[in-house]
């Protein structure tokens, strides 16, 4: 029998239906292909969104480098920071759903670049740090040199501005006096009682000193405030080397008072961490541990506990403070404090540590502080910025304890 050859065979698939499952084949196929572009494009694009977004964030972007050097300029600050950020691409659906983190995330690096503006160890933060932490006051003496009796004169004078150190907010100043390198021999002016602003008048006299001898000496004045129970807490100090003075007529000089070098040093140190949560408006103070304390009691302890104060604009807003260490010098808190401080008051926040040494039979001790803001000394900064930088996530230092 003859049969068609075109015709199709039972159970054969015909040319068209071959056909049409090619196409479909080829186009799942383009389609599985761009799709797989899309993914690797958009994931490209977002991590250079991302990387321009951590770029402007840093310390050693241009923009950062730009805003410091603009800070001498009156209204330079603000205005950079409403920059759009280069290469930044326009808001999507996913943008749009994340804006509330997004607000944070520039809030953030707005607080972080003008953090940037004052470098530590720069001139304006020093000044910064003058007007803020280490305000400790001045002082004003005179000093000259009588050829015909061989004797130096010196004269305290008065001082202003001293900070108290007394829980009722004041001091009990006096002045000591020493010819460095020789500390064996001081004098030491009468003791204000309760006086923030004291005049002493007080004029001493170095007899029998060669001219020659007197120039080799460096004038070192310290300000103490006087405990009767305790040892005196220093205030500040003054040097100044005598051959840099005209000494053949009385000079008088005003000079800012330093942190003590003679005992800051041995203070100790403090380990703490703190975690910035900008969402909930929150620093957690983790006070960690400390080491090498000054020992404050006669049998050469201490039993020291840590006051936290969160201070706003110069004003006190609440106190918290750990248990006290029974006569250890390396003592372990781990001791965690949260305090409430809203976004917008940050950059008027200061946190203040202070290390005190507990005592039942009279007034506790400081052994040292550390104060934490955006404008305190460079390591305080330091912590501050890595703080804000790094939000919800601990960041512990160690920090010299000072005077």
């Not at 972007?61 to 730009?66: E, F, V």
């Not at 106190?319 to 390396?330: A, D, S």
């Not at 809203?342 to 007034?363: A, F, G, Q, W």
């Amino acid at each position: 029998m003859y049969r068609d050859p075109e015709a199709a065979s039972p159970g054969a698939p015909s040319r068209d239906v071959l056909l049409v499952s090619a196409i479909i084949t080829v186009s799942l196929s383009v389609t599985v292909v761009l799709c797989g572009l899309c993914h690797w494009c958009q994931r490209k694009l977002g991590k250079r969104y991302k990387n321009s977004l951590e770029t402007v964030g840093t310390p050693d972007s241009g923009r950062g480098r730009s805003e410091k050097k603009a800070i001498k300029l009156p209204a330079g600050g603000k205005a950079v920071n409403t920059a759009p950020v280069p290469g930044q691409t326009p808001h999507d659906e996913s943008d749009r759903r994340t804006e509330p983190h997004s607000s944070v995330s520039d809030l953030v690096n707005s607080l972080t670049s003008e953090m940037l503006m004052l470098s530590p160890g720069s001139e304006e933060d020093e000044a910064h740090e003058g007007c803020s932490r280490e305000n400790l006051g001045r002082i004003q003496f005179s000093v000259g040199y009588n050829f015909q009796e061989s004797t130096l004169t010196v004269k305290i004078m008065k001082a202003q501005e001293l900070p108290a150190k007394d829980f009722s907010g004041t001091s009990d100043p006096f002045v000591k006096i020493y010819l460095l390198p020789d500390k064996k021999h001081k004098l030491e002016t009468k003791v204000k009682r309760k006086n923030l602003n004291p005049h002493w008048n007080e004029t001493f006299l170095f007899e029998g000193f060669p001219y020659e001898k007197v120039v080799q000496r460096i004038l070192y004045l310290q300000v103490l405030d006087y405990d009767r129970f305790s040892r005196n807490d220093p205030i500040g100090e003054v040097s100044i080397p005598l051959n840099k003075v005209d000494l053949t007529q009385m000079q008088t000089f005003w000079k800012d008072l330093k942190p003590c070098s003679d005992g800051s040093g041995s203070r100790g140190e403090l380990l703490l961490s703190l975690c910035y949560n900008p969402s909930a408006n929150s620093i957690i103070v983790n006070i960690i541990k400390a080491r090498n304390l000054k020992a404050m009691d006669i049998g050469g302890t201490s039993d020291p506990y840590v006051k936290v104060w969160l201070m706003y604009k110069d004003k006190r807003v609440e106190k918290k403070k750990t248990v006290t260490m029974k006569r250890n010098l390396n003592p372990i808190f781990n001791e965690s404090f949260a305090f409430d401080i809203p976004t917008e008051k940050l950059r008027e926040t200061t946190i203040i540590i202070t290390v005190m040494d507990k005592d039942k039979l009279s007034r506790n001790d400081v052994i040292g502080k550390i104060y934490l803001s955006w404008k305190s000394g460079p390591g305080e900064v330091k912590h501050w910025k890595d703080m804000i930088a790094r939000p919800r996530q601990p960041v512990a230092q160690w920090h010299q304890l000072k005077a």
